[in-house]
């Protein structure tokens, strides 16, 4: 499931296919609301493992999935491609990161991140990786070398970094 998502809101104007009157999201506890509703729903679709449900994200997605997974959210995984970490504007409009939110993490966590991250900074990736390991949080990074911030990068779509998403989340939700 893909939530509509457009610059520092769940659903805004910016999002394609998403109404230009889609309501704003302008906290990190009404984005964590959202994204557990839409968990709580694809737990009830046909075939899936209840007990069994990972976030993957991108960019505003990845720090939505992250934050959920740190403030309350009820899922078993998070695979972050490319989160925003540290206090940018994401800080402005939710008013909290995911790195003031770290010492709630809950569940594990694959970071994977491009080196060469114009919009979402390596070194607050890293940071991060670095705060929560210190805090003894299960969190995996991949770091995807010469990669920017774009999910089509070519770098993201090498059957290596797709191997070793799969593989976490085979090992987070076995069965």
């Known amino acids: 499931m893909t939530p509509c998502w457009g610059f520092g809101t769940i659903a805004g104007p910016l999002s394609l296919g998403c109404a230009a009157d889609a309501p704003r999201r302008d906290s990190a506890t009404a984005v964590v609301k959202d994204v557990t509703a839409i968990a709580e729903a694809a737990r009830t679709l046909p075939g899936v493992r209840a007990d069994q449900l990972a976030l993957v994200g991108h960019s505003l997605g990845a720090a939505a999935a992250v934050l959920t997974a740190s403030m309350g959210g009820t899922v078993e995984a998070v695979v972050a491609i490319s989160a925003i970490y540290g206090p940018t504007f994401i800080k402005q409009r939710w008013g ?79 069965g």
């Open 96 to 174: 909290a990161t995911p790195t003031e939110q770290v010492d709630g993490l809950r569940w594990p966590v694959l970071m994977v991140h491009g080196t060469e991250d114009g919009q979402a900074p390596f070194d607050d990736a890293k940071a991060y990786a670095a705060a929560a390991r210190q805090r003894g949080k299960s969190v995996e990074t991949l770091y995807v070398e010469g990669a920017p911030h774009p999910l089509r990068s070519p770098q993201y779509r090498t059957e290596d970094v797709r191997g070793k998403m799969i593989a976490f989340l085979k090992r987070q939700l076995p």
